[in-house]
T-cell receptor
Framework: KAGVTQTPRYLIKTRGQQVTLSCSPI?????VSWYQQTPGQGLQFLFE???????NKGNFPGRFSGRQFSNSRSEMNVSTLELGDSALYLCASSLTSGRAREQFFGPGTRLTVL | DAKTTQPNSMESNEEEPVHLPCNHSTISGTDYIHWYRQLPSQGPEYVIHGLTSNVNNRMASLAIAEDRKSSTLILHRATLRDAAVYYC????????????????FGKGTKLSVKP
């Protein structure tokens, strides 16, 4: 069974631009969560989608948004990029939503904002 | 989510057992103890989880104290591939639906394995 895939793997943008990252979950998984990882803040939860509905949202500004499609694939968008948005963005999928389920992580998208 | 405390770093020799401790003195009765690890340049991966009884799987063993205020992840024979940051996370399975369906990561323990 194929794992979680994320595209692109690396991305370089400049301040003020916007970016869209994509995540394809493991086949059959309906829950997709997004995390941001930086050296200073570590791994922080962005949001979770289940059956095309946003279930939970972390403490990030409205510039960060996401969506999930009927095939469970998910995208996250960051508008008006800032230098501080440089990070590794990780997507994780699981069979169901809820706090007990195991999450499977993708390799991440490394975003650099210049 | 309840707070966990882990040492910042640990060292081990290859092919020796490793015991990674985690303190969670404010754990509630329904919190599961989860362990994830993150190898360099990769996303985190699930290792093991348990509630009260000790658990074993192909990757590791989880020993849970009788009062559940601490736990230990045991790697029986460390390999170079086990060098990673190990995260101990508490998650309450009773909060389904619109509650916190996410993992709250702390700083974790960076494990170094010497050949």
């Amino acid at each position: 069974k194929a794992g979680v895939t994320q595209t692109p793997r690396y991305l370089i943008k400049t301040r003020g631009q916007q970016v869209t990252l994509s995540c394809s979950p493991i086949s059959g998984h309906r829950s997709v969560s997004w995390y941001q990882q930086t050296p200073g803040q570590g791994l922080q939860f962005l949001f979770e989608y289940f059956s095309e509905t946003q279930r939970n949202k972390g403490n990030f500004p409205g510039r960060f948004s996401g969506r999930q499609f009927s095939n469970s694939r998910s995208e996250m968008n960051v508008s008006t990029l800032e230098l501080g948005d440089s990070a590794l963005y990780l997507c994780a999928s699981s069979l169901t939503s809820g706090r007990a389920r195991e999450q499977f992580f993708g390799p991440g998208t490394r975003l650099t904002v210049l | 989510d309840a707070k966990t405390t882990q040492p910042n770093s640990m060292e081990s020799n290859e092919e020796e057992p490793v015991h990674l401790p985690c303190n969670h003195s404010t754990i509630s009765g329904t919190d599961y103890i989860h362990w994830y690890r993150q190898l360099p340049s990769q996303g985190p991966e699930y290792v093991i989880h348990g509630l009260t009884s000790n658990v074993n799987n192909r990757m590791a063993s989880l020993a849970i104290a009788e009062d559940r205020k601490s736990s230990t992840l045991i790697l029986h024979r460390a390999t170079l591939r086990d060098a990673a940051v190990y995260y101990c996370i508490l998650r309450d399975p009773m909060n389904y639906g619109g509650s916190q369906g996410n993992l709250i990561f702390g700083k974790g323990t960076k494990l170094s394995v010497k050949p």
